[in-house]
């Protein structure tokens, strides 16, 4: 019979999903130093393989590239049947092929490119100078933020000629939110994904955001072309100075070739695949600079010898910056935005190296793990761009020891982008500015490593489950970022509280790190719900959860000690923000509000329901914040900060509960 792959022994019904725990790629790789570079795994109902090596992956990318190319399609992406449409999910046939030919030839070429420069460089400015008065007002950046915006401004841009992140821009700044969704949603493990049967009731709702998220951008992308095509009627545009035009031109040229619908799903493939990544690379290598300083002195160095001190890069001036390029593939050889690239799929029995990879099976190509193979790289750990400069590996596919692109008929058709957009971006942030970390962070402690062993006891078991496996299947579920838990629980714990108060720019994964320490009933919940459906029981005993709980109102001493640990959190802030909801009618507190302002200098913005409900001259006064729809620049202010005061009313006092706490 077939002979699968080795690989851990799989327990009923979840089969090895336990094994993945939070960081899969990691938790992979440390299974492939037992089993092998090629293995296999059940996950829940699916069997998956996992390539783990250079040799392995070329013969998987380039060797029998048509056989490994297909694609395992999560449940997420049928939302508004995207993935019958979209060059990322469909299989290689006539109609993936005349998409990444379109992508080839007419947008990711180098003459496209070069054409449509100018309408990034654009954008790499506003960074600059966005970043530029964050310095003259002393307000720390959000890198991960305003990187991430311009990401997708930059991609915007090459597509559309427009912002859409856009703070000033009516209706503009949701979309910003809305990619950020998606990233978030499709990162996030989907339980359907490995029990395929519970695909109708959608047990986390993944499906259902998606098909809500998508039907928000298709409205946008709809709204952008028929707008091009009117201005294009009325014989002012036409020409082919963005990529809607170009897709426009072929579509008259032949409707066969792309259709409406195609150039729809394919702007959402564009922005879904183009956006993250490229705004997580520059933001690993920022934090790597940081992390290690000499590095980036010589980085300054290089560029203040070529470009000269405090200029922003043009895309042309890349090919004189060795040293920048190597950072850029450091960065991508530790962090790949995808460390298990887009999983691919067998459509039949495969035979490799004596196995047989069995029909249907996924398989992902940890390029995570090769990145970091102590059998080809030395000091795999360290973050060593001279590794770089007498080297000719390139990340460009033809060397599999470095594949964050993928490689093979599969790589990404973005690589020519990303390749100039990343290296313009960090080479003008870093040649504009002196950068420090903000807060009391010395730059040995900033955390490089995916939250290695920090993970806090986690508390439920189940008769099935050692209290082990609980904890990697509940952290793997774990993705959602209970902000609002987070920040209540500030005031309360002094880990959580010293780690609010170090993070100048809070990194979601740190963020994500307390979430899962104040893990919440809901989300017990819902994985209890979710395994209802496979007959595995969840339950939970003693834990230490309630120590952490704030849901209720605190007894006399909770409350001094409270108060005294929210003082001096305060105290140690360095510039706290409090922020004013449509809850203060209801507590008929604004005045005590605006006391407190005035009392504590303490800047303040307010939510959008509760505008007017400070005097919006009063000098403290920041502007409206709600994610999409915040005033030019409050959301970067108010997510940089390192105290919130959200202002909220507490219920009555229930029974047997201490006094009750004012708004
Ligand atoms: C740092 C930047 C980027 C990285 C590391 C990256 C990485 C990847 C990887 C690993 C894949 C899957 C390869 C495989 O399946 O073997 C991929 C596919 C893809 N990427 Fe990128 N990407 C980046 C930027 C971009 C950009 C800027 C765009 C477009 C604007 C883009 C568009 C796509 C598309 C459409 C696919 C699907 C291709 C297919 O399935 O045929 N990517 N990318």
Redesign the pocket.
């Known amino acids: 019979g077939p002979k699968l792959p080795p690989g851990p022994a799989p327990l009923p019904v979840v089969g090895n999903l336990l094994k993945l725990g939070d960081k899969p790629h990691k938790s992979l790789a440390e299974l492939a130093k037992i089993h092998g570079p090629i293995m296999s795994l059940k996950l829940g109902r699916k069997t998956a393989v996992v390539i783990s090596s250079p040799a392995l992956a070329k013969e998987v ?1 380039q060797k029998q590239d048509l056989a490994f190319s297909s ?1 395992t399609v999560p449940n997420a992406a049928h939302a508004h049947d995207h993935n019958k449409y ?5 299989p ?1 046939a006539d109609r ?1 092929r005349s ?2 030919k379109i ?1 080839n030839s007419h ?2 070429s180098g003459s496209r490119l070069d054409a449509n420069q100018n309408l990034r460089q654009k954008k790499v400015q506003e960074l600059i100078d966005y970043a530029g008065k964050c310095c003259q007002d002393g307000i720390a950046v959000d890198i991960g933020g305003v990187i991430f915006t311009t ?1 997708l401004n930059l ?1 915007s841009n ?2 559309f000629s427009v912002d859409i992140a856009n703070p000033n821009q009516d209706s503009a700044k949701q979309y910003r939110d809305l990619v950020w969704q998606i990233m978030v949603e499709a990162g996030k493990p989907n339980l359907v994904d490995y029990f395929p049967a519970l695909a109708k009731i959608d047990p986390q709702g993944v499906r259902s955001r998606m098909t809500d998220y998508f039907g928000k951008m298709f409205e946008l992308f709809g709204r952008l072309i028929d707008e091009r095509l009117e201005l294009r009627r009325l014989g002012e545009s036409g020409g082919e100075k963005d990529v809607i035009d170009i897709l426009l031109n072929i579509n008259e040229e032949n409707n066969e070739e792309i259709d409406r619908t195609h150039i729809e799903h ?1 702007c959402l ?7 993250d ?2 705004s ?2 520059v933001e690993w290598a920022m934090a790597e600079l940081l992390h290690s300083p000499d590095t980036l002195e010589k980085a300054k160095a290089e560029l203040e010898k070529t470009i000269g001190k405090r200029k922003t890069i043009q895309e042309s001036d890349i090919a004189q910056l060795p040293y920048l390029r190597a950072i850029v593939k450091e960065t ?1 050889r530790l962090h ?3 460390p298990f ?4 799929r067998v459509e039949t029995n495969v035979e490799i190296f004596g196995y047989t990879v069995p029909q249907g099976a996924q398989v992902l ?1 940890n ?1 995570w793990a090769i990145g970091r193979d102590p059998s080809v790289w030395t000091n795999p750990t360290s973050f060593m761009p001279e590794r770089f400069l007498d080297s000719d590996i390139d ?1 460009r596919g033809r060397d599999f020891e470095l ?13 020519s ?3 100039r ?2 290296p313009v971006m960090l080479g003008s942030l870093i040649n504009s500015f002196d950068w420090k970390l903000e807060g009391e962070i010395n730059p040995e402690e900033l955390d490089m490593e995916d939250n290695n062993g920090q993970q806090p006891d986690l508390l439920v078991a189940a008769p099935q489950l050692t209290p082990d496996d609980a904890r990697s299947l509940l952290s793997f579920f774990a993705h959602d970022q209970l902000l609002s838990i987070v920040q209540s629980a500030a005031l309360r714990h002094p880990d959580v509280l010293s780690a609010f108060r170090t993070n100048g720019h809070p990194r979601p994964d740190r963020i994500y790190r307390y979430s899962i320490l104040l893990f919440d009933l809901e989300t017990d919940a819902l994985i209890k719900k979710a395994l209802r459906g496979v007959k595995v029981k969840v339950t939970h005993r003693g834990n230490i959860r309630r120590k952490y709980r704030i849901s209720r109102l605190s007894n006399k001493m909770g409350l001094e000690a409270d108060v005294e640990a929210a003082t001096a959190f305060l105290d140690k802030a360095v510039k706290p923000v409090m922020v004013g909801g449509s809850k203060l009618r209801v507590a008929k507190a604004y005045d005590a509000f605006v006391e407190l302002a005035d009392d504590s200098g303490y800047v303040v913005a307010v939510m959008p329901s509760a505008k007017g409900m400070f005097p919006e001259h009063h000098p403290h006064f920041i502007g409206t914040y709600w994610g999409a729809v915040s005033t030019a620049f409050c959301a970067e202010i108010v997510e940089s900060t390192d105290a919130y005061l959200f202002s909220r009313v507490l219920p009555p006092p229930q029974e047997g509960e201490g006094n009750p706490r004012a708004a």
Do not use: K, N, Y
């Open positions: 990318l694609r979209s060059v990322v999910w469909l290689v993936w998409l990444r992508m947008i990711f990401s991609l090459t597509i394919l493939d564009l922005f879904a695949a183009g956006t990544t490229t997580s690379s991508m790949p935005p995808g690239l887009i999983p691919h190509v390029a990340i594949i964050p692109f993928g490689a093979g008929r599969r790589i990404c058709p973005g690589l982008l990303a390749v957009v990343i």
